[in-house]
T-cell receptor, first 114, second 113 residues
Framework: NAGVTQTPKFRVLKTGQSMTLLCAQD?????MYWYRQDPGMGLRLIHY???????AKGEVPDGYNVSRLKKQNFLLGLESAAPSQTSVYFC?????????????FGPGTRLTVT | AQSVTQPDIHITVSEGASLELRCNYS??????LFWYVQSPGQGLQLLLK??????LVQGIKGFEAEFKRSQSSFNLRKPSVHWSDAAEYFC???????????FGDGTTLTVKP
C-alpha cells in the first residue's frame, strides 16, 4: 500500500514552459487536493476534487488547471510557468467528509521556475 | 470564512521540557480541527483530530490537544519533548461539508539537547 505518490519529485522549468504533476493514491479515496507550500505561508489550496470527473477551485487557482479522469489520479497542470509558481506542491487525499475527513499527503514536488 | 492563526512562528525548547503550540481558529459552526506534523523534506502527517465529544484528544507520538470553544483555541501539547520532535507543525480547520481545510502558517519547533 503506497498511499499517496507524486511524480516527479523535482523539476526545473523555464518561464513559459508547461508541465503536469501527477498524483496517485491507492486508498480508494473520493477526495483529492493540490496545495502549494511557500515559506511562512503554510499550505494554500489550489484545486480539489470531490470525486472522479469533478474539480473545484481552491484558494489560489490562477495559472493552474486540474483533471480527475480516474478516481485514483489527480493531475495538476501549469500551461505557462511563471517564477511566482516556484514552490513545493503537495497532493493529498481523503476518504470523505465528517469523521472520514483525514487527509493523507504525498511527499511533495519541488518546482523551480527560472 | 474560516481561518487559522498560529501566533508562534518559531519555538525552541530543551529536550525533556514540556511543549505547547498555540492555534486559534475562526469558524462559524462547530469546527473540525487537526494538527499535522511535517519533518524536513517530507509531506504532512496527521497527529490528531477533533470532531466532537471529549475536548481533550490524544494523538500519536505522545501529543495531545485541547479544544476550547470559548477561546476559539486548539493548542497542541506534549509533556516531554524528544529531539525527534523537531519539525514544523500545522494546525488546520475543516469545513467538513465541503471537504476542504484551511491551514495555519505553521510553527517550527527546534529542540535543544
Amino acid at each position: 500500500n503506497a498511499g499517496v505518490t507524486q511524480t516527479p519529485k523535482f523539476r526545473v522549468l523555464k518561464t513559459g514552459q508547461s508541465m503536469t504533476l501527477l498524483c496517485a493514491q491507492d486508498m480508494n479515496h473520493e477526495y483529492m487536493y493540490w496545495y502549494r507550500q511557500d515559506p511562512g505561508m503554510g499550505l494554500r489550496l489550489i484545486h480539489y476534487s470531490v470525486g472522479e470527473g469533478t474539480t473545484a477551485k481552491g484558494e489560489v487557482p490562477d495559472g493552474y488547471n486540474v483533471s480527475r479522469l480516474k478516481k485514483q489520479n489527480f493531475l495538476l497542470g501549469l500551461e505557462s510557468a511563471a517564477p511566482s509558481q516556484t514552490s513545493v506542491y503537495f497532493c493529498a487525499s481523503s476518504y470523505g467528509v465528517g469523521e472520514l475527513y483525514e487527509q493523507y499527503f504525498g511527499p511533495g514536488t519541488r518546482l523551480t521556475v527560472t | 470564512a474560516q481561518s487559522v492563526t498560529q501566533p508562534d512562528i518559531h519555538i525552541t525548547v530543551s529536550e525533556g521540557a514540556s511543549l505547547e503550540l498555540r492555534c486559534n481558529y475562526s469558524y462559524g459552526a462547530t469546527p473540525y480541527l487537526f494538527w499535522y506534523v511535517q519533518s524536513p523534506g517530507q509531506g504532512l502527517q496527521l497527529l490528531l483530530k477533533y470532531f466532537s465529544g471529549d475536548t481533550l484528544v490524544q494523538g500519536i507520538k505522545g501529543f495531545e490537544a485541547e479544544f476550547k470553544r470559548s477561546q476559539s483555541s486548539f493548542n497542541l501539547r506534549k509533556p516531554s519533548v524528544h529531539w525527534s520532535d523537531a519539525a514544523e507543525y500545522f494546525c488546520a480547520v475543516g469545513a467538513a461539508n465541503a471537504g476542504k481545510s484551511t491551514f495555519g502558517d505553521g510553527t517550527t519547533l527546534t529542540v535543544k539537547p
